[in-house]
């Protein structure tokens, strides 16, 4: 016999199936993770994007209005502003009909400062699920008291409610006015303040609707 040993080297050739299974688990894992966490992320953007076109929309309402409300003038020595309740697919809105010098002229040889009949009220969109809100622009040498047109311009989409509140000048708060009512306190007067209430919808979350809110004082003459 040989004194020498004799040594028997095994070289494997690949991976075993063990082995692949477990790598492909692991990378299906982490692919996976990788997958909700982009998914997540992309949901975030796209959350913060929507607010960011919420609040804008909110910011042009609620500064359009304070502007046309801002430029309230007398007609024959009174006032014109009424506010109603609509009933509009089994939900409740405010509207707000007012006499104003804040007409919106897109024509080149536009006049500024001309008189107008402005009014806010929402509309149901054809689709049938959402409401816009609308901004009416009428002008003419006298209010459009009995003229109530539906057309206008949407100036803020998905909106969940619109209120308004008044004050007059004792400080009395009301969820109406009427400066074409015999009362005493309203009849061809302006309030002193108005506060606008606008809700808008929540996607997200149906039962916690994005709110606004805002108080406006009227001009000095107009509290005589």
């Known amino acids: 016999m040989s004194g020498k040993n004799t040594r028997h080297v095994f070289c494997p050739s690949g991976f075993t199936l063990l082995e692949i299974l477990i790598a492909i688990f692991i990378l299906s894992v982490v692919l996976t993770t990788a997958f909700v966490s982009y998914r997540y992320s992309l949901r975030i953007v796209h959350d913060i994007t929507y607010e960011q076109e919420i609040y804008k929309m909110a910011r042009i309402s609620l ?32 509207s707000l009909t007012f006499w104003s010098a804040a007409h919106l002229d897109f024509d080149e040889k536009a006049v500024e400062q001309r008189p107008t009949t402005i009014s806010y009220f929402a509309r149901k969109n054809e689709s049938g699920e959402s409401f816009s809100l609308i901004r009416n622009d009428l002008p003419g040498v006298v209010p459009a008291v009995e003229k ?3 057309r206008g311009f949407v100036i803020c989409e998905n909106i969940y409610t619109l209120n308004f509140k008044f004050y007059d000048a004792g400080g009395g708060e009301t969820e109406f006015w009427d400066s074409l009512s015999s009362s005493s306190g309203q009849k061809g007067k302006a309030p002193v303040a108005v506060k606008i209430e606008i809700a808008l919808v929540n996607k997200n979350d149906a039962e916690k609707p994005y709110k606004f809110m805002t108080t406006t004082f009227l001009p000095a003459g107009t509290r005589e």
């Open 63 to 94: 500064d359009r209005m304070i502007k046309d409300l801002s430029s309230l003038q007398k007609s024959e020595e009174a006032f014109f502003l009424q506010s109603e309740e609509n009933i509009i697919g089994g939900r409740k809105f405010q």
């Open 148 to 150: 109530r047109d539906q």
